[in-house]
């Protein structure tokens, strides 16, 4: 053949090989840029929303804000005192976060926040679970709620349309001004009765609605634990407590402490999300004399400050069944037999 041919088809080749790896490499850093902007735009505000209400929540649950918020605004307030629409707003901004990362940003499809915002919804909404009427609401309600709160500003970052959260000075106003459109959603019976639940006691035991309260607060230590895992930054300096499950509570979440969510997989490799890590001082050396027992595991590695295990395993059993033997005996607590 031709030398000279034999050079062009070489570097045609060439040509072509270089043009692939370059819009590949384009396309991916692309990808990440839109990862990058859906982080800054949706999933940071996600996360401190979630925060800003676990934390609340279990202050109220576990401390003294209940004693302290009352005796500080003693006084009578026409919808409720400045601390209960405080914790409406809370609950709000979560709503509106929580509707917009599943409309917009990278956790859209993400099995494990689908299924414990799930759980939470289904907390917030039964009515059936858990006794008294306090921070019940509907799908609905949480969706007209959170657009109250979490609103568009009508810029836009590439394709992914802005949003940001009113200050709870608007919100409060906003509240109190019988002109607005929204004045029907602030009177309903369900933002009432949680204003009124609020104002009412001093002390959480009295509250009505502590029982869904402590299963939400829990499914948010849950929800953190993940996402501050997946993205790799933490809003919390010190280690999340879960407030302590009461009456139908501790029925409902029989075992949420010793849930266990396979996170990441790959030949031989495992990685566990096990939250009771993050809210159990004595549980990590437990767990790992738990799975020192179970065949087929060559190492492990427990993080605590990331409530997970990751397990290395021989290959003589398949990954399906060893995922499943592993997060059932964590789940049970006693090794396969």
């Known amino acids: 053949m031709n030398p000279t041919l034999i050079l062009s088809i070489l570097s045609g080749l060439t040509a072509a090989v270089w043009s692939v790896w370059t819009w590949r490499e384009e396309q991916q850093k692309a990808r990440q840029l839109k990862r990058d902007q859906e982080s800054a735009i949706f999933v940071n505000s996600f996360i401190q929303a979630t925060e800003e209400l676990q934390s609340r929540l279990y202050g109220v649950l576990e401390g003294d804000d209940l004693a302290f918020y009352k005796k500080e605004y003693s006084e009578q307030y026409e919808f409720g005192s400045p601390f209960a629409i405080e914790m409406l707003y809370r609950l709000s901004k979560f709503f509106g976060w929580t509707y917009r990362i599943f409309r917009y940003g990278p956790y859209t499809n993400d099995p494990v926040v689908i299924e414990l915002v799930r759980k939470i919804g289904e907390a917030l909404e039964s009515h059936s679970q858990f006794p008294g009427k306090a921070f019940r609401f509907t799908y609905e309600e949480r969706v007209a709620l959170g657009a109250a709160v979490v609103r568009r500003t009508g810029d836009v970052i590439g394709s992914i349309p802005v949003f940001e959260s009113i200050t709870v000075f608007q919100f409060l106003k906003e509240m109190s001004d019988k002109s607005n459109k929204q004045i029907n959603l602030f009177q309903s019976r369900s933002v009432r009765r949680t204003l009124a639940a609020i104002d009412g ?17 829990n499914h948010l230590v849950d929800l953190l634990a993940y996402l501050e895992d997946m993205e790799g930054f933490s809003v919390s300096p010190a280690r999340r407590r879960k407030a302590w499950l009461r009456g139908t509570a501790a029925e409902a979440l029989p075992s949420l402490a010793s849930d266990a969510t396979v996170v990441h997989q790959t030949p031989g490799r495992i990685r566990v999300r096990v939250p009771r890590l993050r809210t159990d001082d004595t549980y990590a050396p437990h767990l790992e004399s738990l799975l020192g027992s179970v065949d087929h595991i060559s190492s492990m590695r427990i993080n605590v400050s990331a409530a997970s295990v990751v397990i290395s ?11 499943k033997r592993i997060t059932k005996i964590i789940e049970t ?5």
């Open 201 to 217: 006691v001093d002390q959480a035991g009295e509250l009505e609605g502590v029982e869904r309260l402590a299963v939400l607060q």
């Open 333 to 337: 607590g006693t090794p396969a037999a």
């Open 313 to 323: 395993f021989t290959p003589e059993i398949l990954e399906m069944e060893f995922a």
